[in-house]
């Protein structure tokens, strides 16, 4: 993990690029409640607020060991409000970062990033959301990504594209990087290229989500998906982000209803995540994965014997082939433990033999059970 | 014989006293033919009318006649209903308590009931009893029945269960009679108390067989009894004809023992009445006597009997007139009751014959479908399938193999039960500890049934409930699980209602004369009254009493049964395997359960197994119809009470609540009150209204069904769309993948809607099959509203086209000249050339006579055209009998049994535009004449496709593929209901639906192009409509006030004391906030109440053995949704309306004698009737709304709330500025009258609003960048902008304001003035209802 205490102990104009001079500067955030008034949908963006804080950021994304040295990558940044953390990663060298281009589609916050262009030539602004997928369509059709080097799917070999965003403090931010895992193993989006590294900062209702374990009690789907498909890590200690209102705007609320652990306000992570370059979900298998993790989860307090059958009519009969004599003893599955005590391993075996089942239901896609409102 | 034929059934019964005057036609047969004069002359009509009129108003003394009874009687103040507020659940007090039985109370009494059903548990029993007796005095629901009740059990077990303790159980019946006798509980002895006490004395007295001493109580003797029931003025015949004595000996032991005493009393009368009964009873039953007009040759004499009812309608003597006969039968006790109940309700009563079916019908379901299941099971056998039931993938087999292994089951378990609550009811003694509530036990209630019954009620309600709630294949948990309890309810009920024979009152049979038209005078209305107590008297007296149930207990039994059949029912499968091609076959559970998260909630469901439910949609499903699911084969019982009325032996209530006790007990109270008995008697006239099967649409609709193709929106039987291609790229582009799986999942839903629909018209085909050839009737009831509907759920006239294209009247009508044209302008209309003028509209069927004529003879192998009409079925049904008539020499002389409809245009508007005198929109609605109709729906889709042309200019996406496409069908919906208050979701939603029909637009465009849409066409509506606009603010402000509201006598409390302080007390809310419990009531102009049934949701979560449920209990009420109150009470109130329109044509028509039927505000009746409905129709408007009805509810609220008090906080803000307050008026100063107006309102008010809209407001925000949400979250400069003065927090206006109270009459804004236009003018108007 990067330590920034040590980070800053190292001189600060040590790794800065040349153009950082001529990039001009964020307001100050006391004008930022002025100049981003919060709307509903502003609201859901805690933002990096502290010019240290992004820079210690950019370093702890870019200048990733275990993505070996850093050559020229090509940045993609989604969501990156009036660009702090843009700014930080354009004091960067070339040598880290070759290209940056920031997906941003409030007005208000262009009109902070659009200067970036001018001053950096390595900065491409596209006014367009990271949450569509038509943006990443469009990057492709402006030629942008051609200068991107296709890396196979072996240890140790990574493309120079590396994706950076803050994530949305909504239910769609949540739904992005649910996809964004799902995507791995089919190697659509941005991994037709290759096993490329996501730094992604969220609050810490996400995170616990995200890296919660076998047996915890917030285990879920993102969890077990994410657990299965990539290498993730905090890059900086969670406690050097915080408290959140030093280092993140808007601050969080106070009085009523701030409870709610959704809204902004929540401590952060800053997390990479790097694709594994074997994958456990083999490719074309999402959807089976996505519909018995769904299935089962709604009931992640029961034992997976008594949850089975809630798959499909009969899918009881799957217990003979996860825990029967005849099975061998390392492909077993012990049908005793509750949904959300299965490991990795467990699932691998459920899905087996889950495939295997004759009588597996046709239609996995989990639509709307309910036909209409109407009775 | 009794000559109560129908020439002389008045002389036979006549009354004296406050006697009923000559029968009312619509409980008995009429008379002499009043005003037969006037008959004739309103028959007769002839061309020369405007298009609609049967004749011009001059000579039409007929309508005049009965306007005016009706004006009076819609001109009267009408009585209402007034019933406390309920209290929070926090508190009680006697008089809430008085008017809701909390649960508890209501689970002892119905585990009372259980225990004393069959003699169970009748210590038990009595425990309980004496339990309630003590702690709930006076509650209504130990009425004198179950008193009565406890009697009989406690005689029962000194008769025959506990001969050694024969003392004890006597001394308690005399001492329980001895306290009714003395008031002591305020329940009075009926006939049958009396009946069981006599029978105690007969049976035990010193001189019997068994004498018995008692030393506690005091008996009384047959002398001191009939001192009683003279004293209580009830005939002694009635005594010893009640349903207490089962043997004729004993009845007729009692008719001697009271005989005796009478003589000893000197009552000659007593004794007269004694003998007559006695002789009563030795009549032969004529076999004739149904038979009209026919008088057998040799009769019998029977004394002519004279009643005497009481003011409240109960019989308190019955008098011979002329010689009693000695008859030479023996005495025989059900001869005896059938004459009793024919001279008591002045009716005759139902035959055997026509009775039969229907009475096998509900009686015997459940026998029936075990016969038919087992029928199948033994043909298969026999044909060398050996009981493969499992195997043999067939429903009926499939039943017949679960019931088989449940019955086993039920009966195992119960045993296991049994054992299990005896050992906790010893560990709970021995602990001795005392518990505030009893746990309910449920083996009482098992046992109520036998193991089949059960086994069989729980897989019928369970294979019905497929798709139910709109599950896929499915239903929700808690459903399944109460509606198995109350089917298990309902059936114990029909049980005990089947169990004395009870003679049905029936509505007559005879068409009433014009001219008769007493009910709407105030001697008719007060005779229908009188007649309906007198009926519902005579049929509780001669049922057993039956204990209500409780959400707790049916939830409890129906998890119990459905748990049983989900571990026992399972079914064979087979598949190829993909791999190796070999197959499998696995024994699967029929059901299984799962989760589904809708909007953010978990929610079980049990969900059919995928070979079950494809079979749903293909195998003979009547198996698993309860007759309360199919139409009647005779007359429906007339309603004689709010819960007395429609099926003869399952019981039915008069509206269906929403969850709301407080909607029942007023609806009790009004009915007790004798305010209901118009609606009784429209909903008696709709039952009646006799139906037959359209044998040659079936025929065709048969053919389609079996062919298996899509036809005519029936759906194919394998859904014939192909599934959406997979894109290429889709592997890598997740953009492509996005768009596959929307259209994926479009078309996985319109496979299940085409599924369900399948199962749907499935049912439809069963049914009619089942009764082609019957003369069927459509039990109806009102919903909270009072709009009417048929109960029966699948085939009736206001389903879908295809049902409705199943059904003709079942009489038929010659077409005469006006019939003719009228059933071609119906053809016009059903083809959907409707906008046209009259005269157009027939010149389109005469331009089309070939097709129609082609589609009559060749519907499938002709030219089709009558499948591109808008309602194809129906419209096949029209040219089927346009096309007979007119192979006729005489096409007028066809008779004809087609119903042909006259609908209101855009109804709801139509009412507005009356209430407001609004003369612009009274002429887009039709209420003025015209020489065409306007038609309003055309008129806003042409201004959204202009406003869409400008947009095209500016390349907005939405209008590139929008244009061209605003047909007035996308619009229709979304006009209609704003009068209904639809929001900007609901438009949205609807017009969804609509662009999704069409099939034109891509799929994933539809919900964003909707919603553009949907602004376009509220903006449209926005100014044309204004008069409406008015009345609905005024409508919704009311509604938000009384919401607020709290009554006066709470007030104190809610202010000074202190509320039990409960330690966990989290809230800090004001405890004014607590006190909000008044909900908006109203009367209708018929005196139904009407209440609005929203208040928070609040659900007990219930554990049962499969999944936890979440159930809400009716009987405590939570506070008030002031919010939906307020948005729901415009479009109700106009419902309420629209539903006494009906009504009164309704009435109206039946007293004229023409045949009715109603879908909401399309009303039906015979081609040749039209002329004569549409000045009904419009009659009716007119003196609807010439009863200034908006003014008549401003009055009942200003008396309904007159001692309510609004909170000052709770009218802060925006809304105190909209109701335009004067300080002066409310007597509060001018500071705080400032101060309303100007303070915000608090965050907890704002997140007030539902859940659901809550949702929907987050959906909104996605695609809205919400300008509002912006200003409101400007942060505090802006309050200080405003005023510069008077900054004050939230908390301290609080604190300013709180103990503030307004009246609320005060507070009701002054009412919109009334516009020019004259409702009178309707009369001339053709196009008004057409």
Known sequence: ?375 | MIPLTRRNAARAVSYSRQSLPRPARLYSTPTKKLLAQESVSSSGTSQEFPPYMAQPSASGSRPLAVAEDMHDFLHRRSPYTILPTPLPDDVATPTTDYFFADSPTQDAVAIMDACLHGLQDVPRAKEMFERVRVARQGDPILDSRVYNLMLEAYLEMATNREEINRANWLEDAWSLYYDMEHGTDSVDPTANTYAIMLQAWLRFNPESKNPVIIGGAQVLDPVALLRNIIGRQIAPSLVVADRAFTTDEEANAAIKALSRAAVEMGLSRVVTELGMAESLGRQAVDPLEDVPEVVPVVKAKTPEVEVIHQEDGTVSELRPQGPVPDGEVPFNLETLRRHLSQVVLARRVLSEEVALRQKLLEQSVYNVAVERMKHQADMLEKVGLPSKGLQSNNLRAWMWEWHQKLVNRIQAELENLVVEERVIAKMRQSSNRHRKTEDVALSPFLKLLSAEKLSLITIMEIMHLHNAGGVNDGMKTARALLSVGRAVEAEYKAEMCKKNKISMPVPTTAPARPGDKSIFTSTGYRDLYARRVAARKYMEDSEEWTSEWTQLVRVKVGSFLVDCLMDVATVQRSTQDPRTGEKITEEQPAFFHQYEYLRGHKLGVIKFNPAVAERMSRDSVVETLHPRHLPMLVKPKPWLSYNNGGYLFNRSWAMRFKESREQEVYLRHASDAGRLELVFAGLDVLGSTPWQINRRVFDVVLQVWNSGERFNKIPPAVPDEPEPERPPNMEFDNKAKTIYIERQKAWQQAKAANHSDRCSVNYKVEIARAFLGDTIYFPHNVDFRGRAYPIPPHLSHIGDDLSRGLLLFGEKKPLGVRGLRWLKIHLANLYGYDKASFDERVQFVHDHLEEIKDSAEHPLDGKRWWTKADDPWQCLATCMELKDALSLADPESYECSLPVHQDGTCNGLQHYAALGGDAVGAAQVNLAAADRPSDVYTYVANMVEKSIQDDLESGNKYAQVLAGKISRKVVKQTVMTTVYGVTFIGARDQIERQLKDRGDIPPEMCWLGASYLAKKVLASIGDLFQGAKDIQNWLNLCARLIAKAIPEERLVHSFTETAPARKNAKSKQPRWKKEQMTSVVWTTPLGLPIVQPYRAVKRKQVMTSMQTVFISDPNSPSIVNSQKQASAFPPNFIHSLDATHMMLTALECRAQGITFASVHDSYWTHPSDIDQMSAIIRDTFIALHSSNVLKSLFEEFKERYADYKVPLVAIRGQFAKSLGLSPEKLGMSTQDAQLLINSEVEEGEQSEQSEEEAAAADEEEDIEFGAEAEEEEKPKPKKRKTKGKVTLKAADVEKRLAGKFVNLVDLFPELPEKGKFDVNLIKESQYFFS
């Open chain 1, 1 to 375: 993990m990067f330590s920034p205490t040590r980070c800053l102990r190292r001189p600060l104009s040590l790794g800065l690029s040349p153009s950082a001079a001529r990039i001009p500067p964020v307001p100050d955030v006391e004008e930022w409640r002025k100049l981003f008034p919060w709307a509903l949908r502003r609201r859901d963006r805690a933002l990096i607020s502290r010019p240290e804080t992004a820079r210690t950021l950019a370093r702890a994304f870019l200048q990733n060991k275990s993505l070996g040295s850093g050559h020229d990558r090509i940045v993609i940044e989604a969501f990156p409000g009036p660009g702090m953390l843009s700014r930080a990663m354009l004091e960067l060298p070339s040598s880290t970062l070759r290209k940056l281009i920031i997906l941003e589609e409030d007005e208000a916050f262009l009109k902070q990033l659009k200067p970036l262009e001018e001053a950096d030539p390595r900065v491409t602004v596209v006014p367009m959301s990271g949450h569509d997928w038509d943006t990443y369509a469009h990057l492709e059709e402006q030629g942008l990504m051609k200068d991107v080097v296709y890396a196979p799917w072996e240890e140790n070999a990574f493309p120079n594209l590396h994706f950076v965003a803050h994530l949305t403090h909504n239910v769609k931010g949540e739904q992005l990087l649910a996809q964004l895992f799902r995507s791995i193993p089919e190697r659509s989006w941005l991994f037709r290229y290759g096993r490329v590294p996501m730094s992604i900062l969220m609050s810490h209702h996400v995170w616990s989500r995200l890296s919660a374990p076998a047996g915890s009690k917030v285990r879920c789907k993102l969890g077990v998906i994410g657990e299965a498909t990539a290498d993730t890590k905090e890059v900086v200690d969670p406690e050097y982000l915080s408290p959140y209102d030093d280092h993140f705007y808007p601050p969080s609320p106070t009085g009523r209803g701030s409870s709610s652990s959704r809204k902004v306000g929540q401590p952060m992570h800053a997390i990479t995540s790097i694709p594994y370059a074997e994958q456990v979900i083999q490719s074309g298998m999402i959807d089976e994965w996505d519909y018995c993790l769904r299935r089962l989860f709604v009931l992640k307090s029961t034992k997976l014997a008594d949850a089975l059958n809630s798959l499909a009519p009969g899918a009881k009969t799957l217990i003979d082939s996860l825990a029967h004599s005849n099975v061998p003893r390392e492909q077993r599955v012990n049908v005793n433990k509750k949904v959300r005590e299965l490991n990795i391993a467990d699932w691998a075996l459920i899905l087996r033999a889950f495939n295997k089942w004759p009588f597996k239901p046709q239609d996995l896609m989990i639509t709307d059970a309910f036909a209409s409102e109407f009775d």
